[in-house]
């Protein structure tokens, strides 16, 4: 097997019983693997909540380090709709020609940065990097911002080698609190001043909801660009052909784009709390419970996907939920896409080949199931083009 794989833990299962069991610190999960139920679920709000206790649908929960509702993802409509409706605007952003302008050259400053025959770590030197410096076209905040949001690490919420910790989760809900009262008193052109002086349903947000979102768009696109990333790299090194034919052929980059969310699966699934005693895949749950849409089995559903353990840049049919599924779609994917096509188009244009040097796999461990999601550290040199 090559580095850059993805192995499928949930094959089995999802063929055999469509759910699996796992416990999360005491509150038990049962994980559904098909797309089909996945995609019925998270349709299904009045059956399976998100607007329960705060962290509670994440999984792992964060019930422990927040009790700060994260909007509009911790919320059910119709309200959802209306916190949706207020910063959707701000998060299509990046389909304006200008956004995609100012990202492209934050990817190619980085590629000048790294390339040339040295070994970069490519998580930590160069993934982070440029996750933390595209976040601040997305808030419209000032360049300098990212080295502070860079020395955060790889998760706001955890450190390395902690499932959670609650003294790191302050120190972004420090800042967050900050960023908003400056805002408050000194309105800007940022997402922290449209939060501060917005409104839904005729009232300014409060303070805790401007926090909510902002707390949201700091977790929710962070270690999930950083793996799609550096997959994306590690991917092109073990398979060089498919970065010469998007050479070849670049009306294939959006499709690409697209086969390395499903194949990659960034998030590897997101809870929901029963809010009735009923059945998934013939299976009875009580209400209270949590069920959690694994995202990353349903992208290998192979009744749905052909061929579904390889990654093809030319997959024509692909229905994955990457990104979410229903009115929880992920609010920051136009942003994500963007950085990934923004990646492939300048690593075509600028980068010769990819050369693996070292890997060190970051596995996740639900219950019996151990996934790769990318990597703890992942060494290469990238060859520019002559």
């Known amino acids: 097997m090559k580095e850059s794989e993805l192995p499928d833990p949930f094959a089995q299962i999802r063929a055999d019983k469509g759910y699996a069991e796992i416990d999360d610190q005491g509150d038990p999960v049962t994980m559904l693997l098909r797309l089909k139920d996945v995609r019925k679920t998270a349709h299904n709000y009045q059956a399976f909540t998100s607007e329960t206790v705060p962290g509670r649908i994440?999984?792992?929960?964060?019930?422990s380090i927040r009790n700060t509702r994260q909007i509009p993802f911790e919320v059910d409509p119709p309200m959802h709709g209306a916190y949706r409706a207020m910063v959707e605007p701000w998060f299509k952003r990046p389909l304006e020609e200008q956004y995609q302008e100012q990202l492209a050259a934050i990817v190619s400053g980085l590629f000048t940065e790294v390339a040339g025959g040295e070994k970069i770590e490519v998580v930590h030197d160069f993934a982070l990097p440029l996750q933390s410096r595209a976040l601040t076209l997305l808030l419209n905040t000032p360049m300098e911002e990212a080295a502070r949001w860079i020395s955060w690490g790889t998760h706001v919420f955890r450190s390395e080698g902690e499932a959670l910790d609650g003294s790191k989760a302050d120190v972004l809900y420090d800042y967050i609190d900050a960023k908003l009262k400056e805002a408050e008193s000194h309105r800007g052109e940022d997402l922290f001043s449209l939060l501060m002086h917005g409104e839904v349903h005729g009232r300014k947000l409060s303070r805790e909801e401007a926090k909510g979102v902002m707390v949201l768009t700091f977790a929710g696109g962070r270690d999930t660009v950083i793996n799609a990333v550096t997959n994306s790299l590690a991917h092109f090194a073990g398979y060089p052909e498919d970065l010469e034919r998007l050479r070849r052929e670049p009306e294939l980059v959006n499709t690409a784009v697209e086969e390395m969310i499903r194949y990659f699966s960034p998030l590897t699934h997101m809870g929901r709390v029963v809010t009735q005693d009923t059945q998934v895949c013939e299976h009875a749950v009580k209400a209270d419970s949590r069920v959690s849409?694994?995202?990353?089995?349903?992208?290998?559903?192979?009744?749905?996907?052909?061929?579904?353990?390889?990654?093809?840049?030319?997959?024509k049919v692909n229905p994955h939920v990457g990104f979410g599924f229903s009115h929880h779609n992920c609010l920051g994917a136009t942003h994500a896409r963007q950085v990934m096509r923004i990646l492939l188009k300048e690593m075509i244009q600028n980068i010769e080949k990819v050369e693996l040097v070292e890997a060190r796999d970051n596995i996740e461990v639900w219950g019996d199931f151990h996934r790769k999601v990318g990597f703890h550290s992942l060494q290469v040199r990238l060859h520019p083009k002559n």
């Open 293 to 315: 849409l694994c995202w990353a089995s349903a992208n290998r559903d192979e009744t749905v996907f052909e061929e579904p353990d390889r990654l093809k840049i030319d997959r």
């Open 58 to 63: 994440v999984v792992p929960s964060e019930v």
